[in-house]
């Protein structure tokens, strides 16, 4: 049972940047493909983006490309997300996943933290 803990959320202003984080339980972190979601307020999750367990590969949606990048320390057990260019629509409860698959879809993800809230505002 791998348990994520998911920090670094919180209000910025457009334009702005933030850092996330994604601490894992596990020592076997480093054989999982590991993925940011996000939720904003009446919408459905979606994909943002995903890295191999090497972190050699990586995938984003194309609303964020260009703007956020992930990357993980697996000497750290630790997944990062770091979102620059931030906008509203930005505005969303961010969750990482760790899978056996590197993909894009919610379902090959087993476990989930429990969320942050990243606010960007106008």
């Known amino acids: 049972q791998v348990q994520l803990v998911e920090s670094g959320g919180g209000l910025v202003q457009a334009g702005g940047s933030l850092r996330l984080s994604c601490a894992a339980s596990?020592?076997?972190?480093?054989?999982?493909?590991m993925a940011w979601f996000r939720q904003a307020p009446g919408k459905e999750r979606e994909f943002v983006t995903t890295?191999?367990?090497?972190?050699?590969?990586?995938y984003y949606a194309d609303s964020v490309k260009g703007r956020f990048t992930i990357s993980r320390d697996n000497a750290k057990n630790t997944v990062y997300l770091q979102m620059s260019s931030l906008k509203p629509e930005d505005t969303a409860v961010y969750y990482c996943?760790?899978?056996?698959?590197?993909?894009?879809?919610?379902?090959?993800?087993?476990?989930w933290g429990q969320g942050t809230q990243v606010t960007v505002s106008s």
């Open positions: 996943a760790a899978g056996a698959r590197y993909s894009w879809f919610q379902n090959e993800y087993y476990y």
């Open positions: 596990e020592r076997t972190f480093s054989s999982y493909n």
């Open positions: 890295i191999s367990p090497s972190g050699g590969s990586t």
